[in-house]
């Protein structure tokens, strides 16, 4: 799939969604657009991701020279920013499909509906939950692949990159590994997947046992992408739900170097790291034995290698288990606990 | 208020929402709709109830006599059965107004909309959330109020009833108490309130606290409607945001005798009355310190008073805390430790 990733005046810094599809998507990608940055490359600014020029908007491409138009920024509210519209609507007179992470679903607008059902094309809204989902009943754990989830200490703290890292170099090692995509981006990179943080809350657990019943069977490991936090004041709900739902065997705790308080609440202190431990253990303990067995920090904050070679061994220390910081030291110390 | 109730064929033993309409709410109940015990009264199944005659249909009423049809039950799967139509349409042709708690929403019926406009009636489907949720932000535990919350050790073990129990019980002492609905037979009761389950699943604790800041500093103690249990396999996510959205003072374990695995899932046990005050108090405590103080025992498979009393007194041993069947032996010890 040849895809154009919209990303106006966020490339790269604001644009998660963007990069996640550049570092980990099979798609080829055509152009990234940002009218701020247009006339530059993507390896310009970030030098370990697929590259790809970068346009001021989708009449800068040949209308056959690309299949899909992917939305790769969400505002913060994730309604639709008008200024984007020329956009979207020359992607579908082209006879692009278009899929989008906004909350604004797409394909309820009146103009993107009438030149899509006009020209062929398919508007995705990722963040609109399939209306088939029901509730849990149990049996994740009966599928014969090894699954494993990522828990993290915090909203943001590397839970999607470290699944999709330790996804990529299982199957590099020569594993059958797939990844369960719970988020937009995770959706976004792998063409499919449920937005937990959208499901109705009676169907939080439902919405991911579905997928691992779904992939269970082909695959020897499956790699669940986490959310949130399981003492988040907003959205530990989620977090739950995927843990109970995925009746996952192991974990891997993520965390951020020196993060102290919740990102946005922080008047909420983050509780020590063997505290973590105890909770997503006991907590999933009555419905699977999910055992913490690795780490993944994050030292992005950190500028030398040394200093986050220090913070990693001292966050094995405090679990237990090996860990890593997956981008700066790769996946191998975890990958020999994991498969 | 003056209400019809709606249960063809299920009443009593099927008709929870009906019961606790008749048990805790202050409407004046006109009559039971229910064609298989038409001619017979409430008093001659339940007697500790409001009584009310029992009648085959809406048209068996004067259009003056009532002012509300309620729907009391609640199918598997929450459909509209086509058999209730004709009470449905007679009621809205009465200028009653109609309130349900179906998963089909009523409101979105065509017949039932235009009779609703044409006699202006208002239909309210309770288990439709309100639009205008949003995340919490973690600031319920800044209201003046006491915030005691009901939490189980499964699903349907006797949370609302306590609720509704320690509400009344706390007035009738003299307090300033109010309830938070957050199911459908609570919503129905109290007349508001937001059906936790029904929301966005980001939206759970924020659901709770909007109504926790809404009635938080206008009485001492506010009553909150626990849902689910925190190691249940499908609902835990509704359990976990209710408790981290309400930032409870207190919490009351809700247990009903002799369970020993999860109603529905049998296969899964249910861990120790100590692992449930351990997980509910450990969970909670990065957010709030909430601490389980009493417990609610539901002895209702029980004959006899003394063995009740004995399982009672078992469950306060085991809880180290103050114990009851708030039914059978009132509320009296769990007020003096919550109020």
């Known amino acids: 799939m040849r895809v154009a990733i919209l990303a106006h005046e966020k490339f790269p810094s604001r644009a998660k969604t963007a990069l996640g599809v550049l570092r980990y998507a099979d798609h080829d990608a055509v152009a990234v657009l940002d009218r701020e940055t247009a006339g530059r490359r993507v390896s310009d600014f ?39 519209r020329e956009d979207v609507r020359t992607a579908l007179e082209y006879g692009c499909d278009v899929i989008s992470g906004l ?20 508007i995705r809204d990722v963040r609109n939950p399939p209306d088939d989902l029901s509730v849990s009943e149990g049996v994740a754990g009966e599928v014969d692949a090894d699954v494993i989830l990522t828990v993290g200490t915090d909203c943001s703290v590397g839970k999607m990159t470290t699944t999709m890292e330790l996804a990529r170099d299982a199957r ?17 990179i792998e063409g499919w997947g449920n937005p937990i943080d959208r499901v109705v809350s009676d169907f939080t657990a439902g919405a991911v046992e579905e997928m691992i019943l779904e992939k269970g069977d082909d695959h020897d490991y499956l790699f669940v992408e986490g959310q949130g936090s399981i003492v988040h004041p907003a959205y530990s ?6 843990l109970h739902g995925s009746m996952a065997d192991s974990l891997v705790l993520c965390h951020e170097a020196d993060r102290e308080s919740i990102h946005g609440y922080e008047s909420f202190s983050l509780p020590s790291i063997r505290t973590y431990v105890d909770l997503y ?4 303990a009555p419905v699977a034995e999910s055992e913490v ?36 030291f790769g996946t191998d110390d975890l990958l020999e606990v994991l498969c």
């Open 46 to 84: 970030v030098p370990d991701v697929q590259d790809a020029p970068i346009v001021a908007g989708m009449s800068d491409l040949e209308p056959d020279a690309v299949d899909t138009l992917l939305i790769g920024i969400a505002p913060i509210g994730g309604g639709f920013d008008e200024r984007w």
């Open 103 to 122: 909350h604004y679903f797409l394909a309820e607008d009146e103009e993107f509906a009438g030149l899509a059902a006009d020209h062929g094309c398919e």
């Open 172 to 188: 590099a090692a020569g594993h059958d590994a797939a990844v369960i995509p719970t988020g937009q981006t995770g959706i976004m």
């Open 237 to 242: 709900p989620v977090t739950l739900g995927i």
């Open 281 to 284: 253990e006991s907590i999933a």
């Open 293 to 328: 067995v690795a780490g993944a920090l994050n030292t992005a904050g950190l500028e030398d290698d040394e200093a986050a070679r220090e913070a990693v061994d001292d966050y094995a220390d405090a679990l237990g288990a090996p860990a890593s910081d997956v981008l700066r």
